[in-house]
């Protein structure tokens, strides 16, 4: 019994060793694959730029859809671009992934940026090791970085006040006032958003006496959401649509895909197609969907293209010539049913 036991014992630790063993190899393996990924110095490249993308929601189709055409034009100037929270093992926050491209000695950096210190802190970082940083869709003015690519946030607001006079002009309302709710973002430390609510004020202010005599007064407010993820996004917006309200709102403005996908659902879910008009933001096969079964009313959408490619050409340009525009503006169109899409902004 006694050498049946130690022989037991001895297989036991045979298996525990080899398992050690195993599990460092993977580990050592993951390592020099990961250090490859992010352009160590001491291995050769294809390419001549190594580029990281850092955003918020990095699977939302608009984000792909600014990856893709970065990674496109990357590629026709010999460097390479990688949305890093791809290939890493769990989620990271944004800041996170900032350090981690940092550590690894990247040559650029685009990220959807915030006004944060934090975000400073790591831009100005980044500069200070001659890493380009390029922001994109969310600025961070107070740093170091070299370049701003998005839209102007006063077109867009001015583009949703238009709709919100639009709806006010064609549908009959019964009620007092005509309220329009705009989304925001509960955790933003962006001053675009701010932006946007003024201009979106800026044109109900702007109706002439004789139109707005034909439509009771519209009201505009906020509500914030979280939209971390699509259950967060959901979560916030049943508060609107249906726990802590006795009435929906006559007009819900989304200032992101994720929202305006979650309150198109949750309206057709709860039955509330025709109780209230959707203003969406982009243009993903699902809103519009949504604009086609007319239960989206119409949605704003933004050149992903332009931002992707823009982004890239300002490394470009700053590594071949050591300068580069410090602004950068994609177009944005209003879509509805009938496709005729009214362009605004955008410029090189």
Wanted: charge should be negative; glycine fraction near 8%; aromatic fraction near 8%.
């Amino acid at each position: 019994m006694k050498r049946k036991g130690k022989a037991l014992n001895s297989i036991v630790i045979m298996i525990t060793t080899a398992v050690i063993i195993a599990l460092t190899g993977a580990l050592v393996v993951n390592f020099i694959s990961y250090s490859r990924r992010f352009g160590s110095a001491e291995v050769k490249v294809p390419y001549g730029h190594y580029y990281a993308m850092i955003t918020d929601n990095s699977d939302s189709s608009f984000w792909q859809s600014v990856y893709a055409a970065a990674r496109t034009t990357a590629g026709e100037h010999g460097d390479y671009v990688e949305m890093i929270s791809e290939n890493l093992s769990r989620d990271y926050s944004k800041y996170e992934l900032m350090e981690i491209a940092i550590a690894s000695g990247v040559d650029g950096i685009i990220v959807s940026a915030d006004e944060s210190e934090q975000m400073t802190e790591l831009i100005n970082d980044a500069a200070s090791r001659g890493i380009g940083v390029v922001t994109l869709y969310s600025d961070n003015t107070s740093s170091d970085r070299l370049s701003f690519v998005g839209i102007s946030n006063n077109d867009l607001g001015k583009l949703y006040g238009e709709l919100i006079l639009r709806l006010a002009s064609e549908r009959v309302y019964t009620t007092d006032t005509i309220e329009a709710v705009i989304l925001v973002d509960a955790g933003s430390v962006s001053t675009g958003q701010n932006v946007v609510l003024s201009a979106v004020q800026e044109a109900i202010d702007g109706e002439s006496e004789e139109t707005r005599a034909l439509h009771p007064p519209i009201e505009i407010s906020t509500y914030t959401v979280d939209p971390t993820n699509e259950y967060s996004a959901e979560e916030s917006i049943k508060g609107l649509l249906l726990r802590e309200r006795s009435t929906l709102p006559e007009i819900v403005v989304c200032l992101g895909e994720l929202d305006t996908v979650a309150v198109y659902q949750m309206v057709v879910d709860y039955n509330e197609v025709g109780l209230v008009d959707i203003l969406g933001y982009y243009d993903s096969e699902v809103i519009l969907n949504g604009i086609d079964r007319g239960v989206i009313y119409a949605t704003i959408s933004a050149d992903t293209s332009q931002m992707g490619v823009s982004s890239i050409d300002a490394l470009t340009e700053y590594f071949d010539y050591g300068y580069t525009n410090q602004y950068s503006t994609a177009g944005i169109s209003i879509i509805t049913k009938d496709r005729e899409d009214l362009q605004e902004g955008g410029a090189p």
